[in-house]
């Protein structure tokens, strides 16, 4: 009996300096540099948003946030990475779409894009451009749509990769409105963009920012944009919804998420960090110049947006016969 309540006395004290030191942990937390998991290489929308982010994080939580580049496989290289990572708040990762594409488009997938992961939150989204060649005669979307029912088959459409937001702009129009195109996936944006230019293909999604100038030089038409709200960047343009495609949405967007696991009180810290970096003048402007709704949401919005988005994109790339690889 004695033995036992020694072996008692022991776990109890055992776990309770567990504890203390968690505890102690979680009050001292960050002690050391933050790893900030990107999964692109540096160059584009998603890097800018890190790169301009991180520094406010580091001033805010008085330790250095480091990004980190691990692009390749649609992001599922990175988001790998940090779900295997420890849950001590010292590793963070920028979620992109390919966080809610890849459980659809990827076999074996390492990780659950839900069950391995702590929504922090959603920074903000931008829309996507539909943009026309010139010498493709229609100018709006509602003439699109007739001229590719009339047209089915001939109509081509070029995307920065398969289970891109490009591409899947294009194949989320054609499951709405029941046309059909021929798709040529481009190894990046900026081949997409050159075949657009040079009128290899008819038309192409991309980002506002990197379209709305070639509009404006008038080398290109601009239909219309894929959010819901039209884009602070192009704001004269129309979007697909109001159109006369209701319901159609499609957003590049940027979001904060943690290992599984990571204690509340570190990710609230977080939350914080974020929340007040997005108010910031220089963090705004530069936000709204890529033409970003800024958003800043609770986590529990910001995990309910995942599992929307996953579900909606399993059905478009199901219906739309999208190969898994």
């Known amino acids: ?7 008692g006395a022991v776990l109890a004290l055992s776990f309770a300096a567990a504890y ?46 480091v990004v980190d580049n691990r692009g390749g496989a649609n992001t599922s290289i990175a988001t790998a990475l940090a779900a295997q990572a420890k849950p001590d708040g ?26 391995d992961f702590e929504f922090i939150t ?19 979307v509602s003439e699109l749509i007739s001229y590719s029912k009339a047209n089915p088959g001939k109509v081509n459409y070029g995307s920065s990769g398969i289970g891109t937001s490009v591409h899947l702009s294009a194949e989320l129009f054609q499951y709405m409105t029941q046309v059909k ?15 657009l230019l040079a009128g290899e293909i008819s038309l192409y999604f991309g980002n506002v920012p990197t379209v709305i100038r070639h509009v404006r030089a008038g080398k ?11 884009s602070p960047a192009a704001p004269k343009l129309p979007t697909v919804a109001e159109s006369g495609v209701p319901g159609y949405e499609v957003t590049s ?32 402007k530069l936000l709204e110049s890529l033409g970003a709704e800024i958003l ?6 910001y995990a309910a947006f995942i599992r929307h988005e996953i579900d909606k994109w399993g059905k478009v790339i199901k219906a739309a016969g999208i190969k898994r690889q």
């Open 20 to 65: 203390c030191v968690t505890a102690g942990a979680q009050e001292n937390y960050p002690s050391k540099p933050i790893r900030f998991i990107i999964g692109f290489p540096p160059g584009g929308s998603n890097n800018i948003v890190a790169r301009l982010i991180a520094p406010k994080l580091t001033e805010y939580l008085g330790q250095q946030v």
């Open 296 to 301: 800043g949401t609770t986590p529990e919005e």
């Open 181 to 195: 195109w021929v798709h040529l996936p481009y190894k990046g944006g900026g081949p997409g963009m050159v075949a």
């Open 122 to 140: 959603q920074i903000g989204r931008g829309s996507n451009l539909l943009a026309t060649h010139p010498s493709f005669p229609p100018r709006s």
């Open 220 to 230: 290109l038409n601009g239909l219309a944009t894929t959010g819901l709200k039209r």
């Open 1 to 7: 009996m004695i033995v036992h309540k020694r072996i």
């Open 253 to 284: 967007w940027w979001g904060l998420s943690a290992p599984a696991g990571t204690p509340r009180p570190i990710l609230q810290r977080l939350h914080k960090a974020t929340i007040r970096a997005l108010n910031e003048p220089d963090v705004r």
């Open 90 to 115: 010292y590793t963070i990762l920028m979620n992109a779409p390919g966080h809610t594409t890849n459980p659809s488009l990827i076999d074996n997938l390492s990780y659950d894009s839900i069950r």
